[in-house]
């Protein structure tokens, strides 16, 4: 397995990590039984559970962008060493806004989620 898919794997590891804070966030605030009915009037998030829900959201949406690029890239034959570095960018990246946002620094989660889209970007610049 290449490097490239094995960041993958763990960018998915690190997503499902994710919505366990936000499940377990949710539920410190609303409680189980409301999370486990409908769902409907369910009172806002607030502090760190809302800001864990919105960075698992926002992973999901780049999870999805990143998985097309590594795969066309591996499909492609095209993984180098900037496909790689582009991956290393993204997931370390991820993984800093993912902290950063729950911890709820403003600035540097943008500044985080810039560095991966650096990553997305490197990945695309070798696939087009």
């Known amino acids: 397995m290449t490097p490239e ?5 763990w ?3 690190l997503t ?3 919505m366990l804070v936000a499940v377990m966030g949710a539920q410190l605030q609303v409680g189980l039984p409301a999370l486990a009915g409908n769902r409907e009037n369910l009172p806002p998030l607030t502090g760190w559970a809302e800001r864990a829900r919105r960075a698992h959201l926002n992973m999901l949406e780049n999870l999805v962008l990143f998985a097309i690029l590594v795969l ?3 499909v492609a034959g095209k993984t180098n060493s900037m496909t790689l570095l582009g991956c290393q960018l993204f ?3 991820r ?3 993912a902290l950063i946002h729950v ?6 989660r943008t500044l ?13 610049l070798q696939v087009i």
């Not at 911890?103 to 540097?108: C, F």
């Not at 985080?112 to 695309?124: E, M, P, Y």
């Open 5 to 9: 898919l094995k960041l993958l794997i």
């Open 95 to 97: 993984v800093a806004q």
């Open 112 to 124: 985080a989620w810039v560095v991966s889209v650096i990553g997305l970007l490197i990945l695309l």
């Open 11 to 13: 960018s998915a590891v």
């Open 72 to 74: 066309v890239a591996q």
């Open 103 to 108: 911890a709820g620094i403003p600035w540097l």
């Open 91 to 93: 997931f370390w990246a």
């Open 16 to 18: 499902f990590v994710q």
